[in-house]
């Protein structure tokens, strides 16, 4: 059987073939649920076909990821750490091919794809560093002849979904900090990205393989809500990790609290960036343009309000015209695009449907607005000028649209940002130390991420990611994400042959 077309032959180098099984499940490729095709955005021509995961092997791979679970923890963190270098030099001699994948399946252009697959490669790193660095505290013990101590333990299984828009960088995120933690992993994949899903698992199983350990520490499953469902109701799963939107995000979160499970939640954003009066108009345009067109609008730390100061406003608006005239928008893999197609022909319509509601609600389109005629996802990038409080400003148009809005004090503007239900990324341009250190205060930004003259996306794997409100309150990454992928035990330690208690309390 051969891919429909040429090009798309690269594919054989990372284990796609044009039928695949969806499921990797105890050490093994098999799946028994639907067959679905996947789509190149760009044409919506079929790229391959895969065999869906069905709810007997989830049941199946559950079973043999909580057994090897017993394994895994046991083995010392440096080497697990040892495991997932590993990983991330096999990434590394694939990253060309499953950058192009991530371009193909998904839409980003290439540069964005094989930047997509080296964040996990960077993640990678940063959790072999870690796996020396699981420290608990020595707690100094009010009672003579104690010792008080905290212990970091796995938590065994951790549930990984996944969203279309970063579909393999989410997992590194979560999979090399758990996996470093001794947990083993169980991931469901986007549904419309089964391809990435399954080239990664591939990479991920012949490290496991090649140093004899369960296949089953990584399990993946190709598959729709059903699958989903299943990873949120399960008991064997401790912590799940979700990333989507916060509706659906909500329904997850009451299903794991019904059990007394954990959440980590990385939900809608609704990002944006204030211009100041002193701030660099040049390196603000350039930071908008990637901000808001880079992923086509699809990131979940996309700008989609541009907040300016009224004596600047007029300024910035005619660079930003100017540029987004300029912008080449086509086929993500040809060298020089900046904006690729929207992920589905759903998307699409949601953008159309997008604009109609912004034009009823008083918004004035500037430029774009548009679909374009194609057989692929492509749309108009968008500026919009709007009033900060219409009703479609305070939700999240998954698209390369732009509200732009004016202030007239500092006060005001930090007004706007905090006005809408999520609480991603926020930045701000300004030069004067004042403005930074009130913007970065416990009376600025109330979002996750708080920039200074940078965008609002293209967030570093250092620190944690994640944001408040709507947004989900999650942390994945950097800093100390990793607490969050383990037990804590308090330990006190009575080396003496005494029995005094605490508080200086007397029990007979």
């Not at 697990?80 to 060309?96: C, F, P």
């Not at 080239?199 to 012949?206: D, E, G, P």
């Not at 350990?213 to 399960?234: H, M, R, V």
Request: glycine share 10%; net charge neutral.
């Amino acid at each position: 059987m051969s891919f429909a077309r040429k090009d798309y032959e690269f594919l054989r180098d990372i284990g796609i073939s044009p039928r695949n099984s969806g499921c990797y499940v105890n050490g093994s490729w098999k799946a028994h649920g639907p067959l679905v095709s996947t789509l190149n955005p760009a044409n919506n021509q079929v790229i391959a076909e895969v065999v869906e995961g069905s709810i007997e092997d989830y049941e199946e791979g559950m079973q043999a990821c909580a057994e090897a679970a017993k394994i895994w923890m046991q083995v010392p963190a440096p080497k697990r750490g040892e495991i997932v270098r590993q990983i991330g030099d096999a990434l590394r001699s694939k990253l060309q091919q499953l950058g192009r994948l991530v371009s193909l399946e998904m839409g980003k252009i290439l540069p964005e794809g094989i930047g997509e697959v080296q964040e996990i490669i960077d993640m990678c790193d940063f959790a072999v560093g870690l796996s020396r660095q699981l420290n608990g505290s020595v707690i100094p013990s009010e009672r003579p002849n104690h010792a008080m101590l905290e212990m970091w333990n796995p938590l065994g299984v951790v549930g990984v979904i996944t969203a279309f828009n970063f579909p393999c960088a989410v997992l590194g995120w979560n999979a090399c900090i758990a996996l470093v933690c001794g947990n083993c992993v169980v991931w469901k994949g986007a549904p419309t990205t089964p391809l990435v899903t399954i080239a990664m698992t591939k990479v991920v199983a012949s490290v496991l393989e090649k140093n004899n350990l369960p296949g089953a520490i990584f399990t993946s499953l190709c598959g729709g809500a059903d699958i989903g469902q299943a990873i949120a109701k399960d008991t064997r799963i401790p912590l799940v990790s979700f990333t989507g939107s916060s509706k659906v995000g909500q329904m997850v979160q009451q299903t794991v609290n019904a059990r007394h499970g954990k959440c980590l939640l990385e939900l809608s954003g609704n990002n944006a960036i204030i211009v100041m009066d002193d701030a660099d108009i040049q390196l603000a345009a350039r930071s908008v343009l990637f901000a808001a067109v880079g992923t086509a609008g699809q990131r979940c730390t996309t700008c989609r309000r541009l907040i300016l100061h009224e004596s600047i406003y007029q300024k910035v608006l005619d660079q930003l015209l100017d540029v987004y005239k300029q912008i080449k928008i086509g086929d993500p893999l040809e060298k020089g695009t900046l904006l690729g197609p929207l992920h589905t022909v759903e998307s699409r319509k949601n953008f159309e449907k997008g604009i109609e509601i912004i034009k009823s609600q008083g918004g004035k389109i500037l430029t774009g607005g548009t679909l374009i005629e194609s057989d692929g996802n492509f749309v108009q990038p968008t500026i919009v000028e709007i009033s900060s409080n219409a009703d479609v400003v305070k939700e999240e148009l998954f698209a390369p649209v732009l509200y732009l809005m004016k202030f007239k004090t500092l006060k005001e503007a930090i007004e706007i940002n905090n006005s809408v239900p999520q609480g991603l990324s926020s930045s701000i341009f300004t030069h004067r130390p004042d403005v930074i250190f009130k913007w970065i205060g416990p009376l600025g930004s109330d979002c996750g991420i708080v920039n200074v003259n940078i965008p609002t996306n293209g967030a570093e794997i250092g620190g944690a990611f994640g944001g408040e409100k709507a947004t989900g309150g999650g942390r994945e990454a950097g800093s100390d994400s990793w607490k969050q992928y383990m037990r804590r035990s308090t330990c006190t330690i009575n080396y003496g042959s005494e029995l005094p208690l605490a508080q200086g309390i007397n029990f007979g």
